[in-house]
Nanobody, 123 residues
């Protein structure tokens, strides 16, 4: 059974940093994409960043570009999201999702997803 488990969330002041991690089990990914999404209370799910398992190509949504960095560790089968210069508007539940095609993930058709981890940024 494939599982994605996020960790690293917490409470941080504006301007601070957090590093989220998505640990996978039950399968070793060698292709496809891992993406981070977030959802704030009362708002729709928002794409944050994605990375290709194959070649490490990274993709970012504009609100986080230049502040967040997505990375992968093939040996550990994990994907991290380094978040710097955090803002109160970054407050949300962050979750990771896997899909063979990035377009499928972005269209809400990920194959696997985690439960999420809470990130709260205070002003």
């Amino acid at each position: 059974q494939v599982q994605l488990v996020e960790s690293g969330g917490g409470l941080v002041q504006a301007g601070g940093s957090l590093r989220l991690s998505c640990a996978t089990s039950g399968r070793t990914f060698s292709n496809g994409f891992m993406a981070w999404f977030r959802q704030a209370p009362g708002k729709e799910r928002e794409f944050v960043a994605a990375i290709s398992w194959t070649d490490g190509s990274a993709y970012y949504n504009d609100p986080v570009r230049g502040r967040f960095t997505i990375s992968k560790d093939n040996a550990q089968n994990t994907v991290d999201l380094e978040m710097n210069s955090l803002r109160p508007e970054d407050t949300a539940i962050y979750s990771c999702q896997y899909g063979k095609m990035l377009s499928r993930i972005l269209n809400g058709r990920a194959e696997f997803w985690g439960q999420g981890t809470q990130v709260t940024v205070s002003s």
